[in-house]
């Protein structure tokens, strides 16, 4: 909100590229010249995700007086109503741009709280000098000419921030274990592999600020002492790919990689790696071998990546919102991080929430922030008024928690207790239509078609399971296949190599968990599956 | 992209690929992206090419070209659907979609021959969860499919520039 100009910021994500975002920017800049209106009266800036994912395409609008609205669903003929909303001597009345007004004081808005997200939708991510107004490296810079590596892993320790891909373990640590490791190379890794049906979190923070995600990767290298890093971005995202390879070269340029940075030993060099379609490349081992050319299969830990990653060096693996959220932590330090959230959740989390919702789109929040003010609240709940059956976290790993349950705060350990997980931030609404074993039988599916094959329990229990699961999709089970599918699940689970395998039965476990009788009316005679009869011999 | 059907081996081509690459054996997978590119598909030819230029087993070479699910080893029909089957697009009606689309186009779902000239691929999550149910036609993205609306449905279709097979149903 610089005095006196007036600015447009037109969303140029991905999920409003694909509702014409291109074509109304295009017609934006257009009006402006139509109007005879010059770029420093009105900027026309496109930026990253401006969260209300379902409106698209979506417009912020400021205009020189400050003044702020946000339009949704445009059509390039309203490129000139709202050039004049902005930088017209007066709006035209009635207004077209009535219907397509979204009220940012809605709690979908209102609600956020943007640390990870802060740059996202307000700079253009292809401009450095956006990115660096905005304070984009500055604590990179200072981390190399004020910290040292153990202070800055200090303030990471403080922060209690714990891995955001769904596992949870404590970043600070991780960074200690490799940085304590004996000298020699080590390599830092951003898993940009974001896998999950229905996550899109990772995405925005690479199409929307990818200079924020590179100073914490930056920050991350320098704090275990590595000089060189990868970032692994799966190929289904081409435009994060474009922005994040641009982001590097524009680094590049202005020495904040290279050798010797701002004046320092430090060097540092980064590219980009590209996926080819493997989900199990999300686990750390398997992308590892994937960023060396090979085959993207997992292998037994310990040991650990920290201890042995790369070529055999000591490698830091973290996923993208991580790392994206370490410059704001290292800005304002570990404690103010660490005052947000729960007891055992620090921070903020982003969430992509879709499926049968209002409002989809993409939220922050505070850790512990309950699911039903995230989906019901923010998100207005199913779009027909009915009610909401069960809300899917934590994607093919995680599991379905009951509308009965929806006050729980969302952290890592209490979505464990209920059987699903935090995951990377996927949260998929269901409604009352939603057939429970139906949403099992999906991410089995989708299991057995990313299983790697390497292990046996994963590689064949998941086609069983499936096979079980096809015969309650189709009322042919019986007694016995219940009994077979929860036993079953529990062998996959215990046995499996890698997290795929060990997770892919918790879409059933956590169904059959809050949703049994639907299993049970699924069966050939429901009557002998329930357990007043069914457990008789 | 028409993709060139040619089991004649771009040698310069490939090399100069690889090279770029440094011959580094960890760029494989990057190096069978941009010969997939060159192609359309990776014919075994260039594969063997590939092999030779980064001093690798072919079996090496075969095994990462068939893991990954994006490198195709046929060439692919000149026109192609992919229906999101992710869990947005799921709840949103994207397995009926599916259907709908194997009737319409008289192919079956997931068969990489499919009829010759369209083919039908599930995809998990293009991302675009907030217009769901998503489908994409030879590249371009198709948003916010009506399911519950079988008229609506077979006009967005029709302008999304999916043929109704002869033997199809809208």
């Known amino acids: 909100m610089t005095g006196g100009q007036a600015r447009l910021r037109c969303c140029d994500a991905s999920g409003c590229r694909s509702v014409g975002s291109g074509t109304l920017l295009a017609a934006l800049n257009q009006a402006r010249e139509g109007l005879g209106l010059s770029p420093e009266a009105v900027a026309i800036q496109p930026v990253g995700c401006l969260r209300s994912c379902g409106q698209g395409p979506l417009v912020a609008a400021e205009a020189a007086d400050g003044t702020f609205s946000l339009f949704g669903t445009l059509t390039p003929e309203l490129a000139a109503p709202l050039l004049e909303q902005v930088a017209g001597p007066a709006p035209r009345s009635p207004s077209p741009l009535e219907a397509h007004w979204i009220d940012p004081a809605h709690p979908f808005f209102a609600l956020q709280q943007s640390v990870v997200l802060e740059g996202c939708g307000r700079i253009n991510p292809e401009s450095m000098e956006e990115a660096r107004a905005l304070g984009t490296y500055g604590q990179f810079l200072r981390c190399l000419q004020e910290l040292t590596p153990e202070g800055v892993r200090e303030q990471v320790k403080r922060s209690g921030l714990r891995g955001r891909g769904g596992g949870g373990y404590p970043t600070g640590l991780k960074w200690d274990t490799v940085a304590l490791q004996p000298p020699g190379p080590r390599f830092v890794v951003c898993n940009a592999d974001e896998g999950d049906p229905g996550a899109f979190m990772d995405r925005s923070v690479l199409e929307g600020d990818p200079h924020r995600l590179l100073e914490g990767l930056a920050i991350a290298a320098f704090a275990v002492g590595a000089q060189k890093g990868y970032v692994y971005v799966r190929a289904e995202y081409p435009l994060a790919i474009e922005r994040v390879r641009l982001a590097i070269r524009q680094a590049r340029r202005d020495h904040l990689l290279g050798e010797g940075i701002a004046g320092t030993s430090f060097s540092l060099s980064l590219e980009v790696r590209v996926g080819a379609g493997a989900y199990v490349c999300g686990e750390e081992t398997a992308l590892l071998h994937s960023i060396q050319g090979q085959r993207g299969t997992p292998r037994t830990r310990p040991p650990y990546p920290a201890q042995s990653g790369l070529w055999g060096a000591p490698t830091l693996i973290n996923n993208v919102e991580t790392l994206a959220a370490v410059p704001a932590i290292l800005r304002e330090g570990g404690d103010w991080f660490a005052a947000m959230g729960t007891e055992r959740s620090k921070g903020t989390k982003v969430f992509a929430l879709s499926g049968a919702v209002a409002n989809p789109g993409l939220v922050e929040v505070p850790m512990g922030t309950t699911l039903r003010t995230v989906v019901e609240t923010m998100g207005g709940g199913v779009p027909d008024g009915s009610s909401i059956k069960a809300v899917q976290t934590g994607g093919p790993s995680g599991g379905c928690i009951p509308a009965a349950l929806l006050d729980t705060p969302v952290d890592y350990e209490s979505l464990l207790e209920l059987g699903s997980m935090m995951g990377s931030g996927g949260l998929v609404v269901m409604g009352e239509s939603t057939s429970m074993p139906g949403v099992a039988q999906h991410f089995m599916r989708f299991s057995v078609s990313e299983s790697c094959g390497k292990c046996v329990p994963c590689r064949a229990g998941t086609v069983q399971l499936l096979q079980l699961l096809d015969r309650f999709a189709t009322h042919q089970a019986t007694p016995a296949d219940l009994r077979q599918l929860e036993h079953l699940c529990q062998m996959v689970k215990a046995t499996s190599l890698c997290g795929l395998g060990q997770a892919a039965p918790n879409p059933v476990l956590s169904t059959l968990r809050h949703f049994r009788g639907e299993y049970e009316a699924a069966c050939r005679e429901p009557r002998t599956c329930q357990p007043a009869t069914g457990l008789r011999p | ?170």
Not at chain 2, 121 to 133: E, H, R, W, Y
């Open chain 2, 1 to 170: 992209m028409e993709a060139v059907r040619t089991e004649r081996p771009e040698g310069p081509r490939i090399a100069q690929i690889a090279r770029r690459q440094g011959c580094r054996p960890d760029a494989l997978i990057e190096v069978l992206h941009q010969v997939q590119e060159l192609h359309g598909y990776l014919p075994k030819t260039a594969l063997m090419q590939v092999a030779r230029e980064l001093r690798l087993p072919l079996s090496r070479v075969q095994g990462v070209a068939t893991f990954y699910h994006l490198f195709r080893l046929e060439p692919p029909t000149p026109h192609r659907c992919a229906v999101c089957l992710g869990t947005a697009c799921y709840v949103n009606g994207g397995a009926e979609l599916a259907r709908a689309l194997e009737t319409r186009l008289a192919v079956r779902l997931d068969d990489p021959a499919g009829d010759g000239l369209w083919t039908l691929q599930p995809v998990s999550c293009l991302g675009a969860c907030g217009q769901a149910p998503v489908l994409v036609v030879d590249g371009a993205m198709v948003t916010r499919l009506a399911v519950d609306d079988p008229v609506r449905l077979a006009q967005q279709l029709e302008q999304a520039g999916l043929p109704m097979a002869p033997g199809g149903v809208s």
